[in-house]
Nanobody, 124 residues
């Protein structure tokens, strides 16, 4: 069974950093394009970032551009999301997702595999 597992969430103060990881069991992430999404209480799930299969192309939502960096290492499984200069509005459950396409996508409905999420809370 294909599974994604997120880790690295936590409670931090505004301006702090966190690094989220997305790992896979049951398959190699090398053949999947990976996206990060987040969902705050009472809000719809929103796209945060994505990276293509090669790792050569990454895209970011305007709300996180310049603060978040997505990366992948196709030798080891994890895809990482480095989050710097965190703001209270970044508070959400963060999910990674995979789809069997080459290019990057912000469309939540095109992702087939999802993790259970990791909570990120930014509060003073």
């Amino acid at each position: 069974q294909l599974q994604l597992v997120e880790s690295g969430g936590g409670l931090v103060q505004p301006g702090d950093s966190l690094r989220l990881s997305c790992d896979a069991s049951g398959f190699s992430m090398n053949y999947y394009q990976i996206g990060w999404f987040r969902q705050a209480p009472g809000k719809a799930r929103e796209w945060v970032s994505c990276i293509d299969i090669s790792g050569g192309m990454a895209m970011y939502a305007d709300a996180v551009k310049g603060r978040f960096t997505i990366s992948r290492d196709n030798i080891k499984n994890p895809v990482s999301l480095q989050m710097n200069s965190l703001k209270p509005e970044d508070t959400a459950i963060y999910y990674c997702a995979a789809r069997a396409f080459v290019g990057c996508s912000a469309n939540v409905s095109t992702y087939r595999y999802w993790g259970q999420g990791t909570q990120v809370t930014v509060s003073s």
